[in-house]
């Protein structure tokens, strides 16, 4: 799409506030309005808009998707979202441990313990951690607990929930980073552990390079629109 504006702002509107191209509202991909619900966020998001040139790349405006998908997708499949980013808890990234070679053991425990221990404290969730690949049941009461903090959400928090959690593979992790336990760069390096070391002992070819970029970027945008969201 050619770009059809001049400049992006932000404006008041009822119950929030919107992001107005030339003076005319942004709608959501379906048409909806878009009503955010902190300043921050919209003024983040009209300077998304205005950094466009030519041709708009809505791949370059990570707040714009969030927020979209805040008002268009999670009421509507909400049933179906919060159980799936619930599901994760059941084989979460951080409960599965290597067995060798020594230096990686070392390494998760050093970096993974003691997130699985702030869920414990933070939510009473404690998750069992294993050694190998094999699936171990996880305690119902801890399943049930993490739950409850997904479906107590708004949706604007779920929008970016539901994307930390699927980059990172971890509902601790994307919890973490959401809640300002981690920083972006540290939920980074967190999630990408395994990869990294492998990284580290063999290299790292262009695709992998280009495909960790996307990861990185996508947990600072998500850190970034709770933090604007949260104002």
């Known amino acids: ?51 466009q040139g030519d041709q708009i790349d809505a791949h370059s405006m990570p707040l714009m998707q969030l927020s979209s998908t805040a008002v268009d997708l999670i009421p509507v499949k909400r049933p179906e979202i919060v159980p799936a980013i619930s599901a994760y808890a059941e084989t979460d990234l951080l409960c599965y441990r290597a067995e060798h070679p020594q230096p990686l053991v070392e390494r998760q425990a050093q970096l993974w313990q003691p997130l699985l221990d702030w869920a414990a404290l933070t939510y009473d969730a404690p998750l069992h951690v294993c050694a190998g690949l094999m699936p171990k049941p996880q305690p119902e009461e801890a399943l049930a607990a993490l739950r409850r903090v997904v479906e107590r959400t708004d949706d604007w928090y779920l929008s970016a929930l539901q994307t930390a959690t699927g980059v990172c593979g971890s509902i601790i ?7 300002g336990r981690l920083t972006a760069e540290e ?31 996508e947990i600072v945008a998500c850190r970034r629109f709770v933090d604007l969201l949260r104002g």
């Open 1 to 51: 799409m050619k770009r059809f504006y001049k400049a992006a702002g932000v404006g008041e509107t009822e119950g929030g506030f919107r992001v107005e191209l030339d003076g005319r509202p942004v709608r959501s991909p379906a048409k909806a309005p878009l009503v955010f619900p902190s300043r921050p966020l919209a003024q983040g998001v009209a300077e998304e808009w205005d950094a």
């Open 173 to 179: 992790v994307a919890l973490a980073l959401l809640e």
């Open 187 to 217: 939920a980074f390096e967190v999630s990408q552990l395994d990869e990294t070391y492998q990284i580290e002992q063999w290299g790292e070819d262009a695709e992998a390079t280009k495909r960790r970029a996307n990861v990185r970027a």
